[in-house]
Protein backbone atom coordinates (compact mmCIF):
# COMPACT_ATOMS: atom_id res chain seq x y z
CA UNK A 1 0.00 0.00 0.00
CA UNK A 2 1.25 3.64 -0.98
CA UNK A 3 1.73 5.16 2.29
CA UNK A 4 1.10 8.22 1.08
CA UNK A 5 -2.64 7.79 1.12
CA UNK A 6 -2.59 7.32 4.81
CA UNK A 7 -0.64 10.23 5.28
CA UNK A 8 -2.89 13.54 4.47
CA UNK A 9 -0.59 15.78 5.54
CA UNK A 10 2.33 14.92 3.40
CA UNK A 11 0.71 14.49 0.09
CA UNK A 12 -1.01 17.75 0.38
CA UNK A 13 2.94 19.26 0.94
CA UNK A 14 3.77 17.04 -2.20
CA UNK A 15 1.15 19.01 -3.98
CA UNK A 16 2.15 22.32 -2.66
CA UNK A 17 5.68 21.61 -3.40
CA UNK A 18 4.76 20.78 -6.81
CA UNK A 19 2.56 23.73 -7.63
CA UNK A 20 5.64 25.98 -6.23
CA UNK A 21 8.08 23.77 -8.38
CA UNK A 22 9.57 21.67 -5.50
CA UNK A 23 8.67 18.55 -6.69
CA UNK A 24 11.24 17.51 -9.06
CA UNK A 25 11.93 13.59 -10.67
CA UNK A 26 9.96 12.42 -7.27
CA UNK A 27 12.53 13.92 -4.81
CA UNK A 28 10.97 16.43 -2.49
CA UNK A 29 13.07 19.44 -1.72
CA UNK A 30 11.92 21.95 0.91
CA UNK A 31 11.10 25.50 0.25
CA UNK A 32 14.66 27.14 1.64
CA UNK A 33 16.15 24.35 -1.06
CA UNK A 34 14.62 25.89 -4.32
CA UNK A 35 15.35 29.25 -2.84
CA UNK A 36 19.00 28.31 -2.26
CA UNK A 37 18.93 26.38 -6.16
CA UNK A 38 20.02 23.24 -4.61
CA UNK A 39 22.02 24.60 -1.84
CA UNK A 40 21.57 26.03 1.86
CA UNK A 41 20.47 29.37 3.15
CA UNK A 42 23.52 28.01 5.69
CA UNK A 43 26.43 28.81 3.28
CA UNK A 44 24.94 32.32 1.72
CA UNK A 45 24.37 33.41 5.58
CA UNK A 46 27.96 32.55 6.58
CA UNK A 47 29.46 34.24 3.34
CA UNK A 48 27.44 37.28 4.06
CA UNK A 49 28.63 37.20 8.03
CA UNK A 50 32.02 37.02 6.78
CA UNK A 51 31.28 40.01 4.68
CA UNK A 52 29.55 41.94 7.43
CA UNK A 53 31.03 44.68 9.26
CA UNK A 54 30.08 44.22 13.20
CA UNK A 55 28.33 47.25 14.64
CA UNK A 56 27.93 47.80 18.48
CA UNK A 57 25.19 49.45 19.88
CA UNK A 58 24.97 51.04 23.46
CA UNK A 59 21.95 50.18 25.72
CA UNK A 60 22.87 51.47 29.06
CA UNK A 61 26.36 51.63 30.79
CA UNK A 62 27.68 47.94 30.62
CA UNK A 63 25.50 46.69 27.86
CA UNK A 64 26.29 46.52 24.28
CA UNK A 65 25.02 44.59 21.50
CA UNK A 66 26.60 43.52 18.56
CA UNK A 67 25.29 42.88 15.41
CA UNK A 68 26.15 41.64 11.68
CA UNK A 69 27.62 38.20 12.43
CA UNK A 70 24.00 35.93 12.41
CA UNK A 71 21.99 36.61 15.91
CA UNK A 72 22.49 39.35 18.10
CA UNK A 73 25.38 39.08 20.37
CA UNK A 74 25.01 41.03 23.63
CA UNK A 75 27.73 41.78 25.56
CA UNK A 76 27.58 42.98 29.64
CA UNK A 77 31.29 44.64 30.88
CA UNK A 78 32.14 44.95 34.23
CA UNK A 79 34.86 44.76 36.81
CA UNK A 80 34.96 41.26 37.07
CA UNK A 81 35.55 41.15 33.34
CA UNK A 82 32.95 40.17 30.83
CA UNK A 83 30.18 38.39 29.68
CA UNK A 84 28.56 37.45 26.27
CA UNK A 85 25.24 35.93 25.21
CA UNK A 86 25.45 34.35 22.31
CA UNK A 87 28.82 34.18 20.25
CA UNK A 88 27.67 34.93 16.23
CA UNK A 89 29.54 32.80 13.75
CA UNK A 90 33.11 31.81 13.67
CA UNK A 91 33.92 33.78 10.49
CA UNK A 92 33.46 36.74 12.37
CA UNK A 93 36.14 36.11 14.81
CA UNK A 94 38.12 38.93 14.22
CA UNK A 95 35.79 41.40 14.15
CA UNK A 96 34.03 40.77 16.73
CA UNK A 97 37.49 40.62 19.51
CA UNK A 98 37.86 43.91 17.67
CA UNK A 99 34.80 45.20 19.11
CA UNK A 100 35.16 43.52 22.49
CA UNK A 101 38.74 45.46 22.76
CA UNK A 102 36.51 48.33 22.04
CA UNK A 103 34.23 48.04 24.97
CA UNK A 104 37.09 47.43 27.42
CA UNK A 105 40.39 45.18 28.00
CA UNK A 106 38.73 43.42 29.96
CA UNK A 107 38.76 38.93 29.69
CA UNK A 108 35.67 37.23 28.29
CA UNK A 109 34.88 35.20 31.48
CA UNK A 110 31.87 33.55 30.48
CA UNK A 111 29.74 32.74 27.01
CA UNK A 112 25.82 32.09 27.43
CA UNK A 113 24.16 30.12 24.75
CA UNK A 114 20.46 30.89 23.99
CA UNK A 115 20.81 27.66 21.97
CA UNK A 116 22.09 25.08 19.67
CA UNK A 117 22.03 26.85 15.92
CA UNK A 118 25.42 27.84 13.68
CA UNK A 119 24.43 31.63 14.00
CA UNK A 120 24.31 31.93 17.62
CA UNK A 121 26.90 28.95 19.05
CA UNK A 122 29.09 28.86 16.29
CA UNK A 123 31.36 30.92 17.44
CA UNK A 124 31.88 29.10 20.97
CA UNK A 125 34.75 27.15 20.69
CA UNK A 126 37.01 30.82 20.09
CA UNK A 127 35.54 31.73 22.57
CA UNK A 128 35.97 29.54 24.63
CA UNK A 129 40.12 29.24 23.78
CA UNK A 130 40.41 32.81 24.99
CA UNK A 131 39.25 31.24 28.74
CA UNK A 132 35.66 31.49 28.95
CA UNK A 133 33.27 29.46 30.34
CA UNK A 134 30.47 28.08 28.33
CA UNK A 135 26.69 27.78 29.74
CA UNK A 136 23.81 26.58 28.25
CA UNK A 137 20.56 24.68 28.51
CA UNK A 138 21.35 20.60 28.63
CA UNK A 139 19.92 20.05 25.39
CA UNK A 140 21.88 22.76 23.48
CA UNK A 141 25.06 20.58 24.58
CA UNK A 142 23.21 17.39 23.07
CA UNK A 143 22.82 18.77 19.48
CA UNK A 144 26.00 20.91 19.27
CA UNK A 145 27.66 17.59 20.29
CA UNK A 146 26.35 15.18 17.48
CA UNK A 147 25.50 15.41 13.98
CA UNK A 148 22.43 17.12 13.19
CA UNK A 149 20.08 17.41 9.67
CA UNK A 150 18.44 20.80 9.74
CA UNK A 151 15.97 19.66 6.79
CA UNK A 152 14.42 22.86 6.26
CA UNK A 153 17.95 24.29 5.84
CA UNK A 154 18.98 21.72 3.73
CA UNK A 155 21.78 21.23 5.65
CA UNK A 156 23.85 18.79 7.88
CA UNK A 157 26.00 20.12 10.91
CA UNK A 158 28.54 18.61 11.74
CA UNK A 159 29.36 17.97 15.47
CA UNK A 160 30.73 20.78 17.00
CA UNK A 161 34.67 21.17 18.20
CA UNK A 162 34.87 19.77 22.07
CA UNK A 163 36.09 23.21 22.79
CA UNK A 164 32.87 24.55 21.57
CA UNK A 165 31.13 22.59 24.11
CA UNK A 166 29.18 23.96 27.10
CA UNK A 167 29.85 22.63 30.48
CA UNK A 168 28.14 24.52 32.71
CA UNK A 169 24.47 23.19 32.05
CA UNK A 170 21.04 23.49 33.27
CA UNK A 171 17.67 21.59 32.95
CA UNK A 172 15.01 24.51 33.96
CA UNK A 173 16.27 26.96 36.05
CA UNK A 174 19.86 28.79 36.50
CA UNK A 175 20.72 31.65 38.43
CA UNK A 176 24.30 33.38 38.22
CA UNK A 177 25.52 36.53 39.90
CA UNK A 178 28.38 38.62 38.25
CA UNK A 179 29.57 42.32 38.34
CA UNK A 180 26.48 43.14 40.86
CA UNK A 181 24.31 42.00 38.18
CA UNK A 182 21.74 39.18 38.94
CA UNK A 183 21.43 36.90 36.03
CA UNK A 184 18.48 34.67 35.82
CA UNK A 185 18.39 31.88 32.67
CA UNK A 186 14.99 29.55 31.96
CA UNK A 187 14.45 26.96 29.73
CA UNK A 188 11.21 27.52 27.40
CA UNK A 189 10.39 24.26 26.13
CA UNK A 190 9.65 23.96 22.56
CA UNK A 191 9.46 27.18 20.77
CA UNK A 192 12.03 28.33 18.47
CA UNK A 193 14.36 24.62 19.07
CA UNK A 194 13.55 22.76 22.05
CA UNK A 195 16.11 23.90 24.11
CA UNK A 196 15.87 28.00 24.10
CA UNK A 197 16.76 30.24 26.53
CA UNK A 198 16.13 33.75 27.91
CA UNK A 199 18.60 35.58 29.89
CA UNK A 200 17.44 38.42 31.97
CA UNK A 201 20.07 40.81 33.52
CA UNK A 202 17.29 41.73 36.53
CA UNK A 203 18.46 44.86 38.15
CA UNK A 204 19.48 46.41 35.02
CA UNK A 205 15.88 44.91 33.06
CA UNK A 206 17.98 43.84 30.18
CA UNK A 207 16.74 40.77 28.90
CA UNK A 208 18.34 38.50 25.41
CA UNK A 209 15.09 36.46 24.14
CA UNK A 210 17.17 34.93 21.33
CA UNK A 211 15.13 33.64 18.68
CA UNK A 212 11.76 33.58 20.32
CA UNK A 213 11.34 36.86 19.31
CA UNK A 214 12.58 38.33 15.67
CA UNK A 215 11.91 41.59 15.82
CA UNK A 216 10.31 42.80 12.27
CA UNK A 217 10.71 39.71 10.47
CA UNK A 218 8.97 36.23 10.02
CA UNK A 219 10.74 33.20 12.38
CA UNK A 220 11.99 30.50 11.31
CA UNK A 221 10.96 27.28 13.13
CA UNK A 222 13.30 24.47 12.99
CA UNK A 223 10.86 21.20 13.35
CA UNK A 224 14.33 19.21 12.80
CA UNK A 225 15.08 19.94 16.45
CA UNK A 226 11.68 20.26 18.28
CA UNK A 227 10.99 23.22 17.34
CA UNK A 228 6.63 24.07 16.74
CA UNK A 229 4.81 27.06 16.06
CA UNK A 230 2.72 26.55 19.20
CA UNK A 231 5.83 26.61 21.46
CA UNK A 232 6.60 29.92 19.75
CA UNK A 233 3.68 31.50 19.92
CA UNK A 234 3.81 30.11 23.77
CA UNK A 235 7.17 31.61 24.53
CA UNK A 236 6.22 34.80 22.54
CA UNK A 237 3.01 35.13 25.29
CA UNK A 238 5.06 34.09 28.09
CA UNK A 239 7.99 36.84 26.94
CA UNK A 240 5.23 39.53 26.63
CA UNK A 241 4.23 38.38 30.30
CA UNK A 242 7.32 38.87 31.95
CA UNK A 243 8.56 42.02 30.82
CA UNK A 244 7.66 45.66 31.62
CA UNK A 245 7.01 48.77 29.65
CA UNK A 246 10.88 49.99 30.83
CA UNK A 247 12.72 46.50 30.05
CA UNK A 248 15.12 46.28 27.14
CA UNK A 249 14.69 43.39 24.78
CA UNK A 250 17.54 41.84 22.70
CA UNK A 251 15.87 39.74 20.24
CA UNK A 252 17.72 37.20 18.81
CA UNK A 253 16.92 39.17 14.96
CA UNK A 254 16.44 42.12 14.53
CA UNK A 255 16.76 45.86 16.42
CA UNK A 256 16.81 46.15 19.67
CA UNK A 257 13.19 46.36 21.05
CA UNK A 258 10.27 46.36 24.02
CA UNK A 259 7.46 45.11 25.59
CA UNK A 260 5.26 46.83 22.59
CA UNK A 261 7.00 45.33 20.01
CA UNK A 262 7.08 41.72 21.50
CA UNK A 263 3.21 42.28 21.60
CA UNK A 264 2.88 42.64 18.33
CA UNK A 265 5.27 40.00 17.08
CA UNK A 266 2.90 37.93 19.77
CA UNK A 267 -0.24 39.30 18.22
CA UNK A 268 1.20 38.02 14.33
CA UNK A 269 1.94 34.81 15.71
CA UNK A 270 -1.55 34.12 17.30
CA UNK A 271 -3.29 35.50 14.00
CA UNK A 272 -1.42 33.54 11.57
CA UNK A 273 -1.34 30.38 13.49
CA UNK A 274 -5.30 30.78 13.41
CA UNK A 275 -5.86 31.43 9.70
CA UNK A 276 -3.36 29.06 9.06
CA UNK A 277 -5.31 26.41 11.21
CA UNK A 278 -8.50 27.32 9.91
CA UNK A 279 -7.75 26.52 6.32
CA UNK A 280 -6.28 23.46 7.14
CA UNK A 281 -9.23 22.36 9.03
CA UNK A 282 -11.36 23.02 6.34
CA UNK A 283 -9.21 20.73 4.27
CA UNK A 284 -7.36 23.22 2.03
CA UNK A 285 -4.14 21.71 1.18
CA UNK A 286 -1.06 23.06 2.11
CA UNK A 287 -0.64 24.68 -1.74
CA UNK A 288 -4.25 26.02 -1.21
CA UNK A 289 -3.41 27.61 1.99
CA UNK A 290 -0.77 29.20 0.28
CA UNK A 291 -2.43 30.56 -2.20
CA UNK A 292 -4.83 31.76 0.06
CA UNK A 293 -2.27 34.42 1.65
CA UNK A 294 -2.75 34.04 5.17
CA UNK A 295 -0.53 36.22 6.01
CA UNK A 296 -1.77 38.93 3.49
CA UNK A 297 -2.69 41.34 6.58
CA UNK A 298 1.37 41.10 8.22
CA UNK A 299 3.16 41.37 4.95
CA UNK A 300 4.56 44.84 4.79
CA UNK A 301 5.75 44.67 8.00
CA UNK A 302 7.35 41.38 8.57
CA UNK A 303 8.16 39.78 4.90
CA UNK A 304 11.57 41.89 4.65
CA UNK A 305 13.56 39.12 6.12
CA UNK A 306 15.38 35.63 4.95
CA UNK A 307 11.93 33.97 5.91
CA UNK A 308 9.37 35.18 3.61
CA UNK A 309 5.15 34.59 3.66
CA UNK A 310 4.78 31.65 1.75
CA UNK A 311 7.74 29.82 3.83
CA UNK A 312 6.64 31.08 6.74
CA UNK A 313 2.95 29.92 5.81
CA UNK A 314 4.48 26.70 5.19
CA UNK A 315 6.29 26.59 8.29
CA UNK A 316 2.96 27.07 10.47
CA UNK A 317 1.12 24.39 8.22
CA UNK A 318 3.12 22.04 9.36
CA UNK A 319 2.67 22.59 13.16
CA UNK A 320 -0.94 23.55 13.37
Known amino acids: MNSLANNPDELSRRRFLASAGILTAGIILSPWEVLAQGGSPVTTIIAEAAKSPIT ?6 GFNVLEGSGGNILVFNGPEGKMMVDAGIDVSKAKIKQALASISPKHVEHLISTHWHFDHASGNNWVHETGANIISQAITKKHLSQSVRVVDWNYTFPPAPAGALPTTLFEKDYAMNMNGETLRLQHY ?4 TDCDIFV ?19 PFIDYSTGGSIKGMLKAAIANVNRVSASTIVVPGHGPVGNKAQLIEFRDMLAAITHNVETLKKQGKSLAETVAAKPTKAFDAKWNNFVIKSDLF ?6 GV
Do not use: C, M, S
Open 56 to 61: IQKLKT
Open 313 to 318: TYLVYR
Open 200 to 218: HFENADVIHVADTFWNGYY
Open 189 to 192: GPAH
